[in-house]
Every structure is written in structure tokens, then in C-alpha cells.
């Protein structure tokens, strides 16, 4: 569960700060480690009290490639950054401060990243992670991110997602159940509990085919799973409902197609559609709360950050506060 701040004055840098330090302690983290969430988290609020006027500070816990910890992003439609190398340079500053804070950002965070386009804003993605276990873990085939918030005014959101590792296959899940509220918030729950149980022997189909069957006794939900294997080189897409999906990859795009129709009230038989699946392929899959106008031209060079700069950055721009809205990014290794 992710937590965004809105940060347009001095006194949101502490409830900034005061909710890092609450997520970091309830993920276990020691002091030393606690008090670099504590610092990421004042100087990107700072920051954009300071040059962007006003932006969100999104906090969550991560897990990637065998870490755990704390995600820190900062997003803003400020002046952007004129010259990046020279803002991480301790002294540089444009506002008469002592110019020490993406410098002190990257040397706090096990994750550093900003993506920046001058006069669109930026966004900073800063990772803390608890000490490394002992024993390595292989490379992932798979690294993953979402940003999800609910509809202005309401504390529940109806939207939900799910990424299952099965080794040689992953399971990506994106869920919105029909309207706001509880309710929706409770379908998607439901239909979430059904990827959950599914096997590593499961199809796609299989998993919305079940969806159906056991959401007969909710409001129903729209949603779609996408089944992806490296060895294979595929990517099994099955979805019922106005979510958006998208592959991108070798330079082009692949639109994957959902069926009409709302799960747990009145699907019709399911139909799968299989693309290819490359190492570093892109696939971004959102809910109706976002705008289904974004065009990635607009965004040089976006493709090539982390799953969260993506999300984070498409969500800034295209995210609707009519409507609960979620965006689930994930790339191949």
C-alpha cells in the first residue's frame, strides 16, 4: 500500500518525513537505515517546496532482486532540471541554499534515479533498502512498479494489481472494480485473492475464468492477466473490460485487446491473444482512471528508467481524481 503527500509548504516536509519514519519502522528497519529514509524523504520535500512550488511525495515498501525497503518518489510539473550532473554536485545550488541535496539524496539511498525534461517537471526515485541477506539471489526476469490511488474523497480504492513470480513464468494482475467505495474496493479484493490461489500450471484464461465464477456475489469487476515467460518468449494477455495494455519493444507497440463484458456478471467465454516477450521489453497496463492519451514520444528517454520513474511519471500527467486509477509498469531482464 502505497502513501502519496501532497507538498506545496514548509510544514508538509514533516508529515513527510513523520510518515517515512513510521513505514521504515514498521519494515524492521535499524536505526542508520531509518535515519536515511528520514533524510531522503525531508530533502526531496524540501526540494520541491524550494524550486517546484508544489508537487507528491509517494511512499512504499519495496522488494526487488532479494532487497527489501523503503521507496521514496517526488514528482513535480516544475522547471525540470537545466543541468542534472551539475544539481548532484554539493555546492551547486539556484536558490541560495547551501546546494547539498540530490547529493545527499543519492549518497543516503541504495537506489538513486531522477527523470527530468526542462519545463515538464521531474520526478526522483530514491530507494532505501535493508541490509543485504547473506546468501545472493539470481537476477530477476522481471522488474515491476504501480502507483494506485482512489478516487478523490474516498479512503478505499477500487482498483488492486498483483505481480506472481513463478520462477520461469510471471502473472501480472490489474484489477478496477465497477464504481468507487467499499464495494468496488471489496471486488477487486476478491478477484486479487483469485490470482493469489492460482498454480504456476494456471492460464491466463484460467485465472479470469475463475475470477467470474467466484465474483458472482459482488459488483463485479473489469480486469486482465498477463502471462509472461522469458524462455518462451511470449506474452499470454487475457482481459475482460475497458483496461488498457500495452507492450513496447524493438522500437514498436503491440495494443492488447480486452473482451467486453465485466467479470462476475456477464462474461462472455474468454479469448486469449499472445505477443511476443523480449528481455527489456516494456509492458504498461492501467485502469480507466487514466487518461488512455498518453503518448511516450512526449517522454524521451522514459523507457529506459526504472519501472517506478515510468509509472510515477505517467501517473503525474494522465492520473484522473474523478476516478480511482491505476498504472502497473513492468520491463523483462
Known amino acids: 500500500m502505497e502513501t502519496t503527500i501532497e507538498v506545496h509548504e514548509p510544514s508538509q516536509v514533516g508529515e513527510v518525513r513523520r510518515a517515512a519514519a513510521d513505514l521504515a519502522r514498521a519494515e524492521g528497519m535499524n536505526d542508520t537505515e ?67 541535496g540530490l547529493g545527499s539524496i543519492k549518497r543516503a539511498s541504495t537506489y538513486f534515479d531522477v527523470y527530468s525534461v526542462a519545463g515538464q517537471g521531474s520526478a526522483v526515485l530514491a530507494r532505501v533498502a535493508k541490509a543485504a541477506p547473506g546468501v545472493g539471489k ?46 468496488a474496493a471489496s471486488a477487486a479484493k476478491q478477484a486479487i485473492a483469485v490470482v493469489d490461489a492460482a498454480s504456476p500450471t494456471d492460464t491466463a484464461a484460467d485465472i479470469l475464468q475463475s475470477a467470474h465464477e467466484q465474483l458472482k456475489e459482488t459488483r463485479g469487476v473489469v480486469m486482465a492477466v498477463l502471462a509472461l515467460d522469458a524462455a518462451a518468449g511470449t506474452a499470454v494477455f487475457c482481459g475482460v473490460g475497458n483496461i488498457m495494455a500495452v507492450i513496447l519493444q524493438d522500437a514498436g507497440s503491440e495494443h492488447l485487446l480486452s473482451i467486453e463484458g465485466i467479470a462476475g456478471y456477464n462474461l462472455r467465454k474468454v479469448r486469449s491473444q499472445t505477443a511476443s516477450w523480449k528481455a527489456n521489453a516494456v509492458v504498461i497496463l492501467n485502469t480507466d482512471g ?44
Open 34 to 100: 531509518m535515519g536515511h529514509v528520514a533524510l531522503v524523504a525531508t530533502e526531496v520535500s524540501t526540494n520541491l517546496v524550494k524550486y517546484a512550488k508544489r508537487g507528491s511525495v509517494t511512499l512504499a515498501r519495496f522488494a526487488e532482486a532479494g532487497r527489501r525497503g523503503i521507496e521514496i518518489v517526488a514528482t513535480d510539473r516544475g522547471p525540470g532540471f537545466a543541468d542534472f550532473a551539475a544539481s548532484l554536485r554539493d555546492g551547486h545550488s539556484t536558490s541560495g541554499s547551501l546546494g547539498v
Open 290 to 333: 487514466l487518461s488512455g492519451r498518453w503518448n511516450l514520444a512526449k517522454y524521451p528517454g522514459l523507457l529506459a528508467r526504472h519501472p517506478s520513474l515510468i509509472a510515477s511519471v505517467l501517473f503525474r500527467d494522465h492520473a484522473r481524481d474523478t476516478d480511482d486509477a491505476t498504472i502497473v509498469v513492468a520491463k523483462g531482464m
Open 138 to 183: 539470481a537476477a530477476p526476469a522481471l522488474i515491476a512498479s504501480a502507483r494506485s490511488a482512489p478516487k478523490r474523497g474516498q479512503t478505499e480504492c477500487g482498483d488492486a494489481w498483483r505481480i506472481r513470480d513463478f520462477g520461469s513464468r510471471q502473472l501480472i494482475c490489474i484489477v478496477d472494480g465497477l464504481g468507487h467505495g467499499p464495494l
